[in-house]
């Protein structure tokens, strides 16, 4: 499932290239895109009391990207053991080469944020995303 993304002008540095902070924020973009993919939006989740803050980043920068190019940007989901999620994103630009790569965790809290079991409290979630896993 591809999210594209069209590279803003405010977007870009001096050097008229992405700044290296926007591609994060593209990741959260296409996090919330994905959910929706898989029937999960986000608005969803929070009605039914779930919060999944960010626990941790990583992001691999392959190739500059300008202002106006679209990036396509896959998302996987690499591990879910319940209340850990961690997502897999890889970014293509128009040519099909790979600009940047990048993971996110996230933890699944209710409003108090207190974990949940995911497995007994929503198994439907749970299910969903135990068979987007990645293969090992």
Not at 77 to 100: A, H, P, W
Request: charged fraction near 25%.
């Amino acid at each position: 499932m591809d999210y594209i993304h069209t590279v803003q002008y405010y977007e870009t540095d001096k050097m008229g290239i992405t700044h290296h902070s926007n591609y994060i924020r593209w990741m959260e973009e296409a996090r919330v895109d994905f959910l929706s993919q898989i029937g999960w939006e986000f608005a969803r989740l929070e009605s039914m009391g779930i919060v999944s803050p960010v626990l941790g980043v990583t992001c691999d920068y392959k190739y500059p990207t300008k202002f106006s190019e679209k990036v396509s940007i896959r998302v996987s989901v690499r591990e879910f053991k319940g209340v850990k999620l961690f997502l897999d994103y890889e970014m293509k630009n128009e040519e099909g080469r790979i600009v940047c790569s990048g993971t996110t965790s996230h933890a699944f809290l209710n409003t108090e944020g207190k974990p949940i079991r995911m497995k007994q409290e929503f198994p439907e979630l749970y299910e969903t995303l135990c068979s987007l896993q990645q293969s090992e």
